[in-house]
Protein backbone atom coordinates (compact mmCIF):
# COMPACT_ATOMS: atom_id res chain seq x y z
CA UNK A 1 0.00 0.00 0.00
CA UNK A 2 3.24 2.08 -0.09
CA UNK A 3 3.87 2.17 -4.05
CA UNK A 4 1.02 3.41 -6.41
CA UNK A 5 3.25 1.09 -9.09
CA UNK A 6 4.82 -1.89 -8.84
CA UNK A 7 7.35 -1.95 -11.44
CA UNK A 8 9.07 -5.19 -11.15
CA UNK A 9 9.96 -7.87 -8.49
CA UNK A 10 13.41 -9.41 -8.34
CA UNK A 11 13.57 -13.40 -6.66
CA UNK A 12 17.11 -14.63 -5.68
CA UNK A 13 15.68 -17.54 -6.97
CA UNK A 14 15.23 -15.96 -10.72
CA UNK A 15 17.48 -16.72 -13.48
CA UNK A 16 18.93 -13.46 -15.34
CA UNK A 17 17.00 -12.47 -18.54
CA UNK A 18 19.20 -10.14 -21.24
CA UNK A 19 18.01 -8.72 -24.72
CA UNK A 20 19.21 -11.06 -27.43
CA UNK A 21 20.73 -9.73 -30.96
CA UNK A 22 17.11 -9.72 -32.30
CA UNK A 23 15.59 -7.74 -29.13
CA UNK A 24 13.66 -11.08 -28.01
CA UNK A 25 14.61 -12.33 -23.91
CA UNK A 26 17.41 -14.86 -23.23
CA UNK A 27 16.96 -16.71 -20.16
CA UNK A 28 19.72 -18.00 -18.41
CA UNK A 29 21.01 -19.18 -14.96
CA UNK A 30 22.96 -15.68 -13.90
CA UNK A 31 26.26 -17.35 -13.33
CA UNK A 32 28.55 -19.75 -15.06
CA UNK A 33 30.88 -22.77 -13.66
CA UNK A 34 34.79 -22.81 -14.30
CA UNK A 35 35.53 -26.37 -14.32
CA UNK A 36 38.50 -27.59 -11.67
CA UNK A 37 42.46 -28.29 -12.50
CA UNK A 38 42.34 -31.62 -13.89
CA UNK A 39 43.75 -33.18 -10.67
CA UNK A 40 40.77 -32.21 -8.86
CA UNK A 41 38.83 -35.13 -7.63
CA UNK A 42 35.87 -36.62 -9.30
CA UNK A 43 32.39 -36.77 -7.22
CA UNK A 44 30.28 -39.98 -8.43
CA UNK A 45 26.09 -38.62 -7.92
CA UNK A 46 24.48 -41.81 -7.60
CA UNK A 47 20.81 -39.94 -9.06
CA UNK A 48 18.53 -39.21 -11.50
CA UNK A 49 20.64 -38.55 -13.89
CA UNK A 50 22.97 -34.39 -13.74
CA UNK A 51 20.90 -32.16 -16.33
CA UNK A 52 24.19 -30.54 -19.02
CA UNK A 53 21.21 -28.51 -19.87
CA UNK A 54 22.79 -26.33 -16.76
CA UNK A 55 25.93 -24.58 -16.00
CA UNK A 56 26.89 -27.71 -14.46
CA UNK A 57 27.64 -29.27 -17.67
CA UNK A 58 31.64 -28.17 -18.50
CA UNK A 59 32.06 -30.43 -15.32
CA UNK A 60 30.65 -33.64 -16.02
CA UNK A 61 33.03 -36.31 -17.04
CA UNK A 62 30.78 -38.67 -18.61
CA UNK A 63 28.99 -39.19 -22.12
CA UNK A 64 25.01 -39.49 -21.77
CA UNK A 65 25.38 -43.10 -22.59
CA UNK A 66 27.85 -44.04 -20.02
CA UNK A 67 27.12 -44.88 -16.29
CA UNK A 68 23.09 -44.95 -17.57
CA UNK A 69 21.65 -47.76 -15.85
CA UNK A 70 17.71 -46.98 -16.38
CA UNK A 71 18.28 -46.29 -20.67
CA UNK A 72 17.20 -42.11 -20.99
CA UNK A 73 20.53 -40.53 -20.55
CA UNK A 74 22.73 -39.82 -17.54
CA UNK A 75 23.24 -36.42 -18.40
CA UNK A 76 19.45 -36.13 -18.62
CA UNK A 77 17.60 -35.23 -15.07
CA UNK A 78 13.91 -36.05 -15.79
CA UNK A 79 12.64 -36.78 -11.86
CA UNK A 80 10.26 -33.60 -12.61
CA UNK A 81 9.01 -34.49 -9.23
CA UNK A 82 11.54 -32.76 -6.96
CA UNK A 83 12.77 -29.97 -10.14
CA UNK A 84 15.85 -32.32 -11.02
CA UNK A 85 17.03 -34.41 -8.19
CA UNK A 86 20.25 -35.49 -9.37
CA UNK A 87 21.11 -32.01 -10.72
CA UNK A 88 20.64 -30.66 -7.18
CA UNK A 89 23.17 -33.02 -5.66
CA UNK A 90 25.73 -32.48 -8.11
CA UNK A 91 25.35 -28.62 -8.10
CA UNK A 92 26.12 -29.14 -4.32
CA UNK A 93 28.56 -31.71 -4.35
CA UNK A 94 30.63 -29.71 -7.57
CA UNK A 95 30.42 -25.59 -5.97
CA UNK A 96 29.02 -26.45 -1.92
CA UNK A 97 27.24 -23.45 -1.39
CA UNK A 98 28.60 -21.10 -3.39
CA UNK A 99 25.26 -19.77 -5.03
CA UNK A 100 23.79 -19.20 -1.85
CA UNK A 101 22.77 -16.63 -1.39
CA UNK A 102 24.73 -14.78 -4.51
CA UNK A 103 24.32 -17.40 -7.67
CA UNK A 104 25.70 -14.55 -10.15
CA UNK A 105 28.97 -14.23 -11.63
CA UNK A 106 31.92 -16.95 -11.98
CA UNK A 107 31.78 -19.84 -10.09
CA UNK A 108 34.91 -21.93 -9.38
CA UNK A 109 34.01 -25.85 -9.04
CA UNK A 110 35.88 -27.38 -6.18
CA UNK A 111 35.60 -31.08 -7.98
CA UNK A 112 34.44 -33.27 -11.61
CA UNK A 113 31.18 -34.91 -11.53
CA UNK A 114 30.56 -38.45 -12.82
CA UNK A 115 26.59 -38.82 -13.61
CA UNK A 116 25.22 -42.47 -12.99
CA UNK A 117 21.75 -42.30 -13.29
CA UNK A 118 19.95 -45.40 -11.11
CA UNK A 119 16.51 -44.05 -10.73
CA UNK A 120 13.80 -42.49 -12.72
CA UNK A 121 10.34 -41.38 -11.92
CA UNK A 122 8.24 -44.18 -12.61
CA UNK A 123 10.40 -47.47 -12.48
CA UNK A 124 11.95 -48.95 -9.38
CA UNK A 125 15.36 -48.21 -8.78
CA UNK A 126 17.61 -49.99 -10.36
CA UNK A 127 18.75 -53.72 -8.84
CA UNK A 128 21.65 -53.46 -5.79
CA UNK A 129 24.40 -55.10 -7.85
CA UNK A 130 24.35 -53.12 -10.88
CA UNK A 131 25.29 -50.18 -8.63
CA UNK A 132 27.63 -51.93 -6.73
CA UNK A 133 28.87 -53.22 -10.39
CA UNK A 134 29.17 -49.54 -11.63
CA UNK A 135 30.38 -47.81 -8.56
CA UNK A 136 33.45 -50.54 -9.10
CA UNK A 137 33.50 -49.13 -12.89
CA UNK A 138 33.49 -45.97 -12.27
CA UNK A 139 36.38 -46.43 -9.71
CA UNK A 140 39.01 -48.19 -12.22
CA UNK A 141 38.45 -45.87 -15.15
CA UNK A 142 38.26 -42.47 -14.11
CA UNK A 143 40.18 -42.99 -10.33
CA UNK A 144 36.93 -41.74 -8.48
CA UNK A 145 37.03 -41.87 -4.65
CA UNK A 146 34.14 -39.82 -3.49
CA UNK A 147 30.19 -41.18 -4.18
CA UNK A 148 27.26 -39.76 -3.10
CA UNK A 149 24.25 -41.70 -2.73
CA UNK A 150 20.71 -40.41 -1.95
CA UNK A 151 18.48 -43.13 -3.14
CA UNK A 152 17.15 -45.16 0.28
CA UNK A 153 14.80 -47.49 0.68
CA UNK A 154 11.16 -45.91 1.51
CA UNK A 155 11.05 -47.68 4.54
CA UNK A 156 12.61 -46.80 7.70
CA UNK A 157 14.90 -49.29 9.87
CA UNK A 158 13.01 -51.37 12.76
CA UNK A 159 14.80 -50.50 15.79
CA UNK A 160 17.80 -52.65 16.36
CA UNK A 161 17.45 -54.19 12.59
CA UNK A 162 20.38 -56.07 11.21
CA UNK A 163 22.31 -54.41 8.67
CA UNK A 164 21.49 -55.03 4.63
CA UNK A 165 22.74 -57.30 2.66
CA UNK A 166 23.53 -53.67 0.42
CA UNK A 167 24.96 -51.39 3.07
CA UNK A 168 27.47 -54.47 3.99
CA UNK A 169 28.49 -54.67 0.44
CA UNK A 170 28.48 -50.69 0.50
CA UNK A 171 31.06 -51.46 3.62
CA UNK A 172 33.04 -54.14 1.39
CA UNK A 173 33.59 -51.51 -1.80
CA UNK A 174 34.86 -48.93 0.56
CA UNK A 175 37.35 -51.54 2.17
CA UNK A 176 38.40 -53.37 -1.24
CA UNK A 177 38.71 -49.93 -3.24
CA UNK A 178 39.83 -47.16 -0.95
CA UNK A 179 36.28 -45.08 -1.61
CA UNK A 180 34.22 -43.06 0.21
CA UNK A 181 30.39 -43.27 -0.19
CA UNK A 182 28.41 -39.93 1.18
CA UNK A 183 25.27 -41.64 1.94
CA UNK A 184 22.00 -39.57 3.17
CA UNK A 185 20.53 -40.46 6.35
CA UNK A 186 17.05 -40.31 4.49
CA UNK A 187 13.92 -38.55 5.66
CA UNK A 188 11.14 -38.63 7.70
CA UNK A 189 8.42 -38.66 5.32
CA UNK A 190 5.73 -34.98 5.99
CA UNK A 191 3.05 -36.97 6.47
CA UNK A 192 4.02 -37.99 9.76
CA UNK A 193 4.13 -34.11 11.25
CA UNK A 194 1.08 -33.05 8.98
CA UNK A 195 -2.00 -33.95 8.03
CA UNK A 196 -2.33 -34.89 4.66
CA UNK A 197 -6.14 -34.00 4.19
CA UNK A 198 -6.11 -30.87 6.45
CA UNK A 199 -2.56 -30.10 6.53
CA UNK A 200 -2.98 -29.50 10.03
CA UNK A 201 0.60 -30.13 12.41
CA UNK A 202 0.67 -32.86 13.98
CA UNK A 203 4.53 -32.78 15.20
CA UNK A 204 5.86 -32.63 18.79
CA UNK A 205 8.78 -31.25 17.63
CA UNK A 206 11.71 -32.80 18.76
CA UNK A 207 10.26 -34.93 20.80
CA UNK A 208 9.50 -37.43 17.95
CA UNK A 209 12.97 -38.52 17.08
CA UNK A 210 11.82 -40.77 20.39
CA UNK A 211 9.65 -42.78 17.62
CA UNK A 212 10.42 -45.60 15.46
CA UNK A 213 9.57 -43.99 12.44
CA UNK A 214 12.83 -41.47 12.69
CA UNK A 215 14.71 -44.13 12.06
CA UNK A 216 17.47 -43.95 9.22
CA UNK A 217 16.85 -45.59 5.89
CA UNK A 218 18.65 -48.10 4.30
CA UNK A 219 21.93 -48.31 3.24
CA UNK A 220 22.83 -45.44 5.97
CA UNK A 221 23.52 -47.78 8.33
CA UNK A 222 26.73 -48.65 6.24
CA UNK A 223 29.80 -48.47 8.54
CA UNK A 224 32.56 -48.04 6.45
CA UNK A 225 31.03 -45.20 4.68
CA UNK A 226 29.79 -41.81 5.49
CA UNK A 227 25.99 -41.20 6.49
CA UNK A 228 24.44 -37.50 6.79
CA UNK A 229 22.12 -36.33 8.54
CA UNK A 230 20.66 -32.45 8.25
CA UNK A 231 20.71 -29.65 10.81
CA UNK A 232 18.29 -26.94 9.80
CA UNK A 233 20.87 -24.52 8.74
CA UNK A 234 20.60 -22.87 5.03
CA UNK A 235 23.68 -20.86 4.67
CA UNK A 236 21.09 -17.44 4.62
CA UNK A 237 21.42 -14.72 7.95
CA UNK A 238 18.46 -13.20 9.29
CA UNK A 239 15.33 -16.24 8.37
CA UNK A 240 14.15 -17.73 11.50
CA UNK A 241 10.85 -18.87 11.18
CA UNK A 242 11.94 -22.08 10.81
CA UNK A 243 10.29 -25.42 12.88
CA UNK A 244 13.63 -25.73 14.47
CA UNK A 245 14.30 -22.59 16.16
CA UNK A 246 18.40 -22.47 15.92
CA UNK A 247 20.08 -23.36 12.73
CA UNK A 248 22.13 -25.46 14.66
CA UNK A 249 19.27 -27.84 16.04
CA UNK A 250 18.94 -31.07 14.10
CA UNK A 251 16.09 -30.88 11.36
CA UNK A 252 12.68 -32.00 11.69
CA UNK A 253 12.88 -34.34 9.22
CA UNK A 254 16.72 -35.93 10.14
CA UNK A 255 16.67 -39.27 10.93
CA UNK A 256 18.40 -41.02 13.63
CA UNK A 257 20.67 -44.13 14.63
CA UNK A 258 18.23 -47.19 14.50
CA UNK A 259 20.70 -49.32 17.55
CA UNK A 260 19.43 -48.81 20.66
CA UNK A 261 22.22 -49.79 23.28
CA UNK A 262 20.54 -48.87 25.88
CA UNK A 263 17.82 -51.06 25.83
CA UNK A 264 20.05 -54.00 27.57
CA UNK A 265 20.12 -55.90 24.59
CA UNK A 266 23.64 -55.35 24.32
CA UNK A 267 26.09 -55.97 27.14
CA UNK A 268 28.69 -53.70 28.02
CA UNK A 269 31.69 -55.35 25.86
CA UNK A 270 29.63 -55.29 22.83
CA UNK A 271 28.92 -51.49 22.86
CA UNK A 272 30.65 -48.94 21.00
CA UNK A 273 30.45 -45.45 21.97
CA UNK A 274 32.49 -44.42 18.94
CA UNK A 275 29.93 -46.08 16.51
CA UNK A 276 27.14 -43.47 15.50
CA UNK A 277 24.59 -42.93 12.73
CA UNK A 278 24.74 -40.54 11.59
CA UNK A 279 28.01 -39.69 11.43
CA UNK A 280 27.44 -35.98 11.53
CA UNK A 281 25.01 -33.42 9.92
CA UNK A 282 24.91 -30.38 8.24
CA UNK A 283 23.21 -28.06 7.00
CA UNK A 284 19.83 -28.88 5.05
CA UNK A 285 17.28 -26.46 5.37
CA UNK A 286 13.54 -26.47 7.19
CA UNK A 287 10.22 -26.09 6.82
CA UNK A 288 7.83 -22.95 8.37
CA UNK A 289 5.43 -23.81 10.74
CA UNK A 290 3.07 -25.63 8.03
CA UNK A 291 5.51 -28.04 6.43
CA UNK A 292 6.67 -25.33 3.83
CA UNK A 293 10.16 -25.05 2.71
CA UNK A 294 10.01 -21.72 0.42
CA UNK A 295 11.29 -19.94 2.87
CA UNK A 296 13.77 -21.41 5.38
CA UNK A 297 14.51 -24.62 2.62
CA UNK A 298 17.95 -24.67 0.79
CA UNK A 299 18.14 -22.95 -2.44
CA UNK A 300 19.56 -25.23 -5.15
CA UNK A 301 20.09 -25.43 -8.81
CA UNK A 302 16.74 -26.85 -11.10
CA UNK A 303 16.41 -28.83 -13.70
CA UNK A 304 12.91 -28.20 -15.11
CA UNK A 305 12.42 -25.98 -17.74
CA UNK A 306 11.92 -22.20 -17.00
CA UNK A 307 12.71 -22.42 -13.76
CA UNK A 308 16.36 -21.47 -12.55
CA UNK A 309 16.30 -22.21 -9.14
CA UNK A 310 14.24 -23.56 -6.23
CA UNK A 311 13.82 -24.37 -2.53
CA UNK A 312 13.65 -27.47 -0.70
CA UNK A 313 14.71 -29.72 2.37
CA UNK A 314 16.87 -32.81 2.82
CA UNK A 315 19.69 -35.03 4.02
CA UNK A 316 20.08 -35.22 0.08
CA UNK A 317 21.56 -31.92 0.41
CA UNK A 318 23.16 -32.13 3.38
CA UNK A 319 25.08 -35.61 2.09
CA UNK A 320 26.60 -33.65 -1.01
CA UNK A 321 27.83 -30.61 0.62
CA UNK A 322 29.95 -32.84 2.87
CA UNK A 323 31.20 -34.81 -0.39
CA UNK A 324 31.90 -31.28 -1.40
CA UNK A 325 34.05 -30.69 1.66
CA UNK A 326 35.91 -34.22 1.24
CA UNK A 327 37.11 -33.60 -2.69
CA UNK A 328 38.79 -30.39 -0.88
CA UNK A 329 40.53 -32.46 1.62
CA UNK A 330 41.70 -34.98 -1.37
CA UNK A 331 42.60 -31.67 -3.31
CA UNK A 332 45.07 -30.29 -0.24
CA UNK A 333 45.69 -33.58 0.90
CA UNK A 334 45.89 -36.68 -2.20
CA UNK A 335 48.04 -39.63 -0.41
CA UNK A 336 45.28 -39.55 2.59
CA UNK A 337 43.22 -42.82 2.63
CA UNK A 338 39.70 -41.98 2.35
CA UNK A 339 39.00 -43.47 6.19
CA UNK A 340 41.43 -40.59 7.35
CA UNK A 341 39.56 -38.29 5.48
CA UNK A 342 36.61 -39.51 7.27
CA UNK A 343 38.10 -39.47 10.35
CA UNK A 344 39.58 -35.47 10.12
CA UNK A 345 35.86 -35.05 9.57
CA UNK A 346 34.51 -36.31 11.97
CA UNK A 347 36.83 -35.17 14.68
CA UNK A 348 36.49 -31.58 13.72
CA UNK A 349 32.49 -32.00 14.86
CA UNK A 350 31.31 -29.26 16.82
CA UNK A 351 28.25 -30.00 19.30
CA UNK A 352 25.69 -27.49 18.98
CA UNK A 353 24.27 -25.98 22.38
CA UNK A 354 21.00 -27.53 22.60
CA UNK A 355 19.52 -25.67 25.41
CA UNK A 356 16.64 -26.91 27.34
CA UNK A 357 14.41 -27.40 24.46
CA UNK A 358 15.60 -30.69 24.22
CA UNK A 359 15.50 -31.56 28.00
CA UNK A 360 11.98 -33.70 26.99
CA UNK A 361 13.96 -36.10 24.87
CA UNK A 362 16.61 -38.91 26.30
CA UNK A 363 20.35 -37.79 26.01
CA UNK A 364 20.83 -41.32 24.29
CA UNK A 365 17.92 -40.27 21.85
CA UNK A 366 19.59 -36.82 21.10
CA UNK A 367 23.15 -38.51 20.60
CA UNK A 368 21.67 -40.81 17.89
CA UNK A 369 20.37 -38.01 15.81
CA UNK A 370 23.24 -35.64 15.84
CA UNK A 371 25.99 -38.08 15.53
CA UNK A 372 29.25 -36.34 16.15
CA UNK A 373 27.68 -33.42 14.95
CA UNK A 374 28.60 -30.71 13.17
CA UNK A 375 31.62 -30.76 11.14
CA UNK A 376 34.34 -27.45 10.85
CA UNK A 377 35.43 -26.64 7.54
CA UNK A 378 38.64 -24.90 8.64
CA UNK A 379 39.84 -27.10 11.06
CA UNK A 380 39.06 -29.97 8.26
CA UNK A 381 41.29 -28.52 5.82
CA UNK A 382 43.97 -26.98 7.23
Not at 35 to 57: N, R, Y
Not at 259 to 280: A, C, E, M
Request: net charge neutral; glycine share 8%; aromatic share 10%.
Amino acid sequence: SNFDIIHSVNSSLSGVIRPGAFATPLREFGFTVIPPDETAPSIGILDTGVSDQTPLAPVILNTNAQYDLVGSGSRVDNHDGFRGHGTAVAGFAALGSKLIPDHTGAKAADAWIVAIKIFQDGRPRVADTSILQTIRTVQRDRGTRIFVLTVSEQDHKRTDSSVSAFAYSLDLLAHELNILIFISGGNVHESYFFDPVSGAARHNYPNDFAQEFTNIKSPAESMNNFTVGACAANFETGITTGIAIDETFPAIYTSKFHYNFHNGILSKTQRNKYLKKPDVIYNGGDWDNTGNPSLVGLKHISARTGEYFSKNTGTSFSAPLMANLAAKICKNYPDLRMQSIKALIINSAETPALSTFFDGLPKAVTKHVLGFCIPNHSECLY
